[in-house]
């Protein structure tokens, strides 16, 4: 079962506009979420987080929305630059019995044109 | 400051062998986990491991076991290999279990 979901497999954006990717996912007891940003050949980079408690998250020009009523959350990238241009997997903390995981999406590839 | 390492970097093998990925965590970092990734997917939970024990184990065949060392680093066995077995493996360090992963660059395993 694909508790967290991307549906868009794919995004692309103009440089210097903004890129919106989107996750939503089943289980409310998921208590933090994290977007990882992942080159070819590298593995997936930690770019931001946000707490169920909260539902606004902002770094530079990354900023991550939270509506849990909704069980969606969304990455806004404000201006987009070609750098950008990655997989991003968003991925929510699940609580296990004596440990945590994380339960990932299955990516979005944004491209961002110059 | 080195980052996590895993090694090897590729492995080609043939189906019904068994393969030993290896996994150095950031210095510091308790807690090790293990990660496949199938091409097109998102990575899924294997392992994770906490000063040598094991806190959670996702939903893969006993074919796969891991363990973690005193020095914390980790190695994750696959037994039978099947071609399906296919996929890049991520080891990923932190402190102390929670939220604050660090992934390694993987380790692509191919099975022929």
């Known amino acids: 079962d694909q508790q967290v979901k991307q549906n868009s497999p794919s995004l692309s954006v103009q440089e210097g506009r903004i890129s919106i990717l989107n996750c939503d996912y089943t289980?409310?007891?998921?208590?933090?979420f994290l977007w990882y940003k992942k080159y070819p050949a590298e593995g997936p980079t930690f770019l931001i987080s946000?707490?169920?408690?909260?539902d606004k998250n902002e770094d530079g020009r990354f900023t991550v929305f939270l509506n849990k009523s909704a069980k969606h959350l969304s990455l806004h990238i404000v201006p987009s630059q070609p750098g950008d241009s990655a997989v991003y997997f968003c991925?929510?903390?699940?609580?296990?019995?004596?440990?945590?995981?994380?339960?990932f999406g299955a990516g979005t590839i944004l491209r961002v044109k110059s | 400051d080195a980052g996590v390492t895993q090694s090897p970097t590729h492995l080609i093998k043939t189906r019904g062998q068994q393969v030993t990925l290896r996994c150095s965590p950031i210095?510091?970092?308790?807690?090790v986990s293990w990660y496949q990734q199938v091409l097109g997917q998102g990575p899924q939970f294997i392992f994770q491991?906490?000063?040598?024990?094991?806190?959670g184990r996702g939903n893969f065949p006993d074919r796969f076991s891991a363990r973690q060392f005193p020095n914390y680093s980790s190695e994750l066995n696959v037994n039978a290999l099947l071609l399906g077995d296919s996929a890049l493996y991520l080891c990923?360090?932190?402190?102390?279990?929670?939220?604050?992963?660090?992934f390694g660059s993987g380790t692509r395993l191919t099975v022929v």
């Open positions: 289980n409310s007891m998921f208590d933090y």
């Open positions: 991925a929510a903390s699940a609580v296990m019995e004596y440990g945590n995981k994380l339960v």
């Open positions: 946000i707490s169920s408690i909260k």
């Open positions: 491991y906490y000063e040598k024990e094991e806190r």
């Open positions: 990923a360090s932190s402190l102390a279990g929670g939220y604050g992963y660090t």
């Open positions: 210095s510091g970092h308790k807690s």
